[in-house]
């Protein structure tokens, strides 16, 4: 069994490298945009599921981006103009943001957003961005853009 532990650690140590890299690749996905700090959210925000605390810091910094894509949950029955109207509903008098709460318990809303997140590290455009969510999620409702 000697003979075998130096191969088992080797092993391992390649697991552990190779969840690095792909640990950091994952990283670099969020790092083309900008994101506010978590501690800017909301509490409730703060209380979710990373995925969706992820997606609020990306939209809450990225309005460029998330005004140009549909979202296809339905929520424009509820006045949504746009991906990211499921994240903000306006700013304040003084700047701040005021957060809807929506995204917190719409994984339509989320999902869009981590696909947006992911093709922005991946370098797409906008315009093909757009494209590939009306594709992916069309069969779910009808978009709240034109």
Do not use: F, W
């Amino acid at each position: 069994m000697s003979a075998q532990r130096p191969l088992l650690l080797a092993a391992l140590a390649l697991a552990l490298v190779a969840s690095a890299v792909s640990g950091c690749a994952g990283g670099q996905a969020h790092a083309t945009e900008s994101s506010l700090p978590i501690s800017m959210m909301p509490a409730e925000v703060q209380d979710a599921a990373v995925v969706v605390q992820q997606a609020y810091q990306y939209a809450a910094a990225n309005a460029g981006i998330l005004t140009q894509i549909p979202c296809y949950c339905g929520c424009g029955a509820v006045g949504h103009t746009s991906n990211y109207a499921c994240y903000v509903a306006g700013s304040d008098a003084d700047g701040g943001l005021r957060y809807d709460l929506h995204a917190l318990g719409c994984s339509i809303c989320v999902d869009i957003t981590q696909d947006v997140m992911r093709m922005r590290a991946q370098e797409k455009d906008v315009g093909a961005i757009r494209a590939a969510i009306d594709a992916t999620y069309a069969r779910y409702g009808p978009s709240n853009m034109p």
